[in-house]
């Protein structure tokens, strides 16, 4: 009788493990490689890396005589933590930049995406940064390496967080 048993008893252990394996498999689905669009939808990745690039210059660029058109443009391109931070931030350059009549040029030297599923991107970013006062530059170019996190919205990538690298 015991010999009856195992063919039983060998099924359901097969049956419990082939369970697990599929629990498993679904909650590890978004951290296999073939998840990531961006390794595999050069469409999609070139659209995120266009609208992140362009977003990030238009916000990290201003001239003094109307940094009003950036704050707009940055409440149309932002959201969630992103646009808290900018709302804290750019307050001061609205009383400076006009005062030190201070204009900032900022350009995307390099940016990718390390990490592209469903509507949430992950992009490293490489920006220079220019500014000049009374029309003369005022220092050297400046760098700055984010990880910049975005959101598809209506056909539109919106950054969502940035993170200095």
Do not use: C
């Amino acid at each position: 009788m015991a010999a009856h048993r195992r063919p039983l008893i060998l099924a359901v252990v097969l049956a419990l493990a082939g369970a697990a394996v599929l629990a498993l498999t679904t909650q590890q689905r978004d951290t296999v490689p073939s998840a990531n669009r961006a390794l595999l939808d050069a469409e999609a990745t070139t659209k995120v890396t266009g609208d992140v690039s362009n977003a990030l210059v238009k916000i990290f660029s201003y001239r003094h005589g109307d940094v009003a058109t950036t704050e707009r443009t940055a409440a149309q391109l932002l959201e969630g933590r992103a646009a808290q931070q900018y709302r804290g931030l750019f307050p001061q350059v609205k009383q400076q930049a006009p005062n030190q009549k201070l204009d900032l040029s900022t350009r995307v030297v390099r940016i990718g995406v390390t990490r592209l599923t469903g509507d949430t991107a992950t992009l490293l970013a490489f920006l220079d940064q220019q500014s000049t006062r009374n029309g003369r530059p005022a220092g050297g170019t400046a760098a700055a390496q984010l990880v910049v996190t975005a959101h598809l919205r209506d056909g539109q990538w919106r950054i969502a967080e940035i993170r200095s690298s």
